[in-house]
Structures are given as C-alpha cells and as structure tokens.
C-alpha cells in the first residue's frame, strides 16, 4: 500500500530579498526615535555630550599631568565613554536587524536542508554560502564584528579611566599627608 501525499495547492511566494530590505530599514530608527519620545537620552557630541578631543590623547608620564589637566582628562575619557555606549546601542540595534534579515532570508533554505542528513555545521555553511543568502550574513557578521569592536574600545576606556582615577586618588593621599605633616610639625 502505498501513501499518496497530500498536495498543497499554497505556494510560497518567491522571497525578494531587496524588498525584505528595504521594509526593514528604519525598523531600528523607530524603536530609537520611540525611545526618546518617552524621555531617553542618547548621549553623543553635540546632543548632551561636549568632549574636548584635545584631552582624548594619554600623555606619556601621567605623573607630570598638571591636577586641573588631570581633571580633565578624567572628564574628557568619562564622556567618550558614554559616547561609546550610545554607539553600541545602536550598534546592537542594527545587529538585531540584520539577524532578523537573515533568518528571514535564509529560513526557507534552511528548512529544505533540515531534511538533509548534512551536519548542523554543514548546513549552516551551505545556508551562508548560497547567493540569495550570503550579503545578509555578511551584514550580520559585519555588525558583529563593530559591536565587539566598540565593546573593546570601552574597556580601553575604563582602563584608562581607572588609572587616571588612581593618580588623583595619590594625589588626594599625597595632599592629605602633607597637610598632616604640616600640622604635627607646627
């Protein structure tokens, strides 16, 4: 006995993947414009932000660093900090948009090797390498990657934030017990 199966006469209709493009653009503009109609501040120069670019540059001997220089230093590295996050931000919503882009894309190529005995591996390069499919994941990956760079960037930052902190934190302690000597010896 033989199973007949049952034939859809539903087609899918053919994916156009310009169009998918297309309609997706602005989707991270809108949740960031959506967001600050309800009051959130996205910090960059210009909009809350004044980082002065000539204190973005580490002198050589921090130690020989003026303490109102220090200060802003200090202020200077703050704010690109915050900057920094903003732009992973929106970073982070544009990664979140090209991974939906490409599941979309890729979803149906996807489904036709699920019935492969191909290796998840396998079926993942094969989903990546095919024409339709490939300038979404080369976003995605692209997004990824600026993400983990701007991550990076701000633990340079904190590195830096830190040990300027921890030179105006001697200074305090340099300060203090001068001003200690000062009056045990009077």
Not at 55 to 62: C, D, G, M
Not at 82 to 111: D, K
Not at 154 to 161: F, G, H, T, V, Y
């Amino acid at each position: 006995m033989k199973i007949r199966r049952r034939q859809t006469t539903e087609r899918r209709e053919k994916l156009d993947p310009m169009k998918v493009l297309l309609e997706n653009k602005d989707k991270a503009l809108n949740i960031e414009s959506e967001l600050e109609n309800q009051g959130l501040i996205f910090f960059d120069p210009g909009n809350k932000l004044n980082i002065n670019e000539d204190y973005l540059t580490l002198p050589a001997e921090i130690t020989e660093v003026s303490t109102r220089d220090l200060g802003e230093l200090l202020n200077a590295f703050t704010q690109q900090k915050v900057y920094m996050r903003t732009l992973l931000c929106h970073a982070e919503l544009l990664c979140e948009q090209a991974r939906r882009n490409f599941t979309y894309v890729s979803s149906p190529i996807y489904s036709a090797l699920a019935r492969t005995k191909l290796s998840e591996k396998a079926k993942d390069r094969e989903v990546a390498s095919n024409e339709t499919v490939k300038p979404y994941y080369e976003e995605l990956c692209s997004y990824q990657k600026k993400c983990r760079m701007i991550e990076y960037n701000i633990s340079n930052i904190e590195d830096i934030i830190f040990m300027i902190s921890r030179e105006v934190s001697r200074r305090s302690s340099d300060f203090d017990n001068e001003n200690r000597n000062y009056n045990v010896n009077r």
